[in-house]
């Protein structure tokens, strides 16, 4: 959106009267919309940025090669992708994150760069992904919403936002403290912890350069929402001393941006307290928690059911789901024949050994990826086999990096798939039915998203099926699989956003 308010950016196309009321128009509502998020009314801000999105589809529609409205087409989505998460209509999200990628693509195809918007677009790109990612969680696609994820930290990571002096460090921020709650719900518990606590100490290390900038309510929201996500799965892990460290980060930052009267802020910072009240607990210092579970109690009577009723899903997750960590000294305890590859072979001493702002998909170079993931499933199958489930977290891992490594399109997946594609389906099936079976609302929903991978692998088997009879096998019972679990109505699940 770079005319109307900015025309002396293209003093060349000034706008046509009508057409600047539209612009104005069209302003008027972004400005709407920017104080009811700043408020935390994501149904009126949603309200306000459809409005403005009316108006800005009309401009491209008025004019298709002025990229100026295509910008504030792309713009106007992005804003919706947030608010359609946060009132629970990740459909709708979807289409708007979608809407917003074709629109910025259609902006760098204009600028003479097919299909990428060069170094400028990578963010608005990434920031999309970030999105995306925590809608197709909430929509049940789960390995795509954590593939979404490592494509937008992997961009900030290919930009060097990591570096001290970069200009998008505070927005890796922003990304990481988006994706950390997806990476919790539905992702490696550690390397999710690792993901929030990276967001944590970029934004605390560098507050007083973020806090500079007009965006630093922003960014204040990302670090609060960020330490909620870290105490959480601290705690599920029983490391009580950075749960509450977390904890302690999420209450000065949600002291810092309470607004006396305003309920939303009111309630965050109850629950804030709420939060620290029980890691004291959790770490010994229960005589230091009264005075904070009073003042909790005293704004919001209801905060500290809340907050342990929001924990709880991690804790249960992760005593059904092991981590991986746990799950690779299973494998190495009963698959004695099985070598784990030197990098997961490192995690075993120290779970966060790799970068915790790499991604799944990014823990191998692409070339070692299929190895590695075969492996893995190999494993899992194995285990599974014999009832254990640390088999189901080497599943989901092996589900991730292979459908990463597809992707990609690592020349293994696409010319030697039958190597691969055999171990990562009977994986697949195994782990989907285990999911099915056991109806947890904790983990069940699993189950469909495993099974949905499992019929596009099956798929990309079919070929081999007539010269050997196996592969036909796996092919039906496979299919058999798949086609039940996802005829039955699927567990209640707790939505990401």
Known sequence: MAWGRRKAQHPQQPAAPREQDLVERMFEWHDRADLAVAVEDFAAARTAQTLALDIATALAARTPDDMRAWQAVGATRYALIESCCRTGDFASALESADACLAAYARVADSAGTPGSSGADGVPLIADVRARRAVALAGSGQITAALLEADDAVGAYVGLGAEEWDSGYLPDLGRVLSTVAPVRARYGEPDHAAATAD????????????INRRPDAPTHARCLFEAAQTASDLHAAAGRTDLALSAANVGRQTAAGR?????????????GALARYTIRLTEDGKSDESDVFLAESCAIDPGAYARVAAEAYPLSRARMEIPPLADALRAAQAMLRDV??????????????????????????????????AETLAAAAVRMLGEGDPHGLRLCLEANVVFAGASAR?????????????????????????????????????????????????????????????????????????????????????????
């Open 198 to 209: 990276y967001a944590i100490r970029l934004y605390v290390e560098n507050a007083a350069r």
């Open 258 to 270: 309470r607004i006396d009267g305003f309920a939303p802020r009111e309630h965050a910072y109850a």
């Open 339 to 372: 070598e784990l590859p030197e990098l997961l072979d490192g995690l075993l001493a120290d779970p966060w050994s790799v970068k915790p702002s790499l991604s799944t998909t990014d823990r191998c170079p692409a070339d070692l990826a299929p190895e590695i």
């Open 409 to 497: 399109e690592v020349p293994a997946m696409r010319y030697d798939f039958a190597a691969y594609g055999t171990v990562w389906a009977q994986a697949l099936a195994m782990a989907a039915w285990r999911f099915h079976e056991t109806g947890s609302e904790s983990v069940g929903w699993y189950a469909a998203d495993l099974a949905a991978w499992l019929l596009g692998v099956l798929d990309r088997l079919a070929p081999l099926a007539a010269g050997q009879p196996d592969v036909a096998e796996l092919i039906r019972v496979g299919t058999t699989v798949a086609r039940t679990i996802l005829d039955a109505k699927p567990p209640e699940r707790e939505p990401s956003g």
